[in-house]
């Protein structure tokens, strides 16, 4: 397979959670889904794929790295690379987008009010994060500054 269509897969098996999240946020289908660790373990096996063919077999660009934006930069400009990047952000978001239904369910924030947060945790995660604290901030459901689970 070609790392477009790799791409595409991880894009279409990250959308029935995010969809359980907004449409069926207590149905024990999500909580057996998306609540669980098959996200993280799945998306985390394919991610140290990828990294070790960048690593071990040079699926990575000449002069990448982190050290410096520059370097960054270049590293990304390899398909293997910009696909980790992508599961990366993929998962995390989705860790986050999971943690704002977990808590805005046992805080009793209205979900409708939480739909917003999760589309912008979809698509731009710390923006869907700081929406989400800002309104427990402004409902007394939390302070937006603890992130610790509610009593």
């Known amino acids: 397979m070609d790392y477009g269509t790799y791409y595409s897969i991880i894009n279409y098996l990250v959308m029935p959670a995010w969809l359980l999240l907004v449409i069926l946020p207590k149905h024990d289908i999500t909580a057996k889904i998306v609540h669980s660790g098959i996200y993280p373990v799945v998306f985390g096996f394919f991610y140290l794929v990828l990294w070790v063919r960048a690593l071990a077999f040079g699926e990575s660009a000449e002069g990448g790295g ?86």
């Open 66 to 151: 982190f050290a410096t934006l520059e370097t960054v930069m270049t590293a990304f400009t390899h398909p293997n690379v910009a696909l980790m990047g992508w599961a990366h952000y993929l998962v995390f978001d989705l860790f986050v987008g999971a943690w704002i239904g977990r808590d805005s369910a046992k805080r009793s924030v209205n979900h409708f009010m939480v739909v917003p947060c999760l589309i912008f945790a979809f698509l731009a995660g710390p923006i869907g994060l700081l929406l989400y604290l800002a309104l427990r901030q402004v409902t007394s459901k939390g302070s937006a500054m603890a992130l610790d689970e509610a009593t």
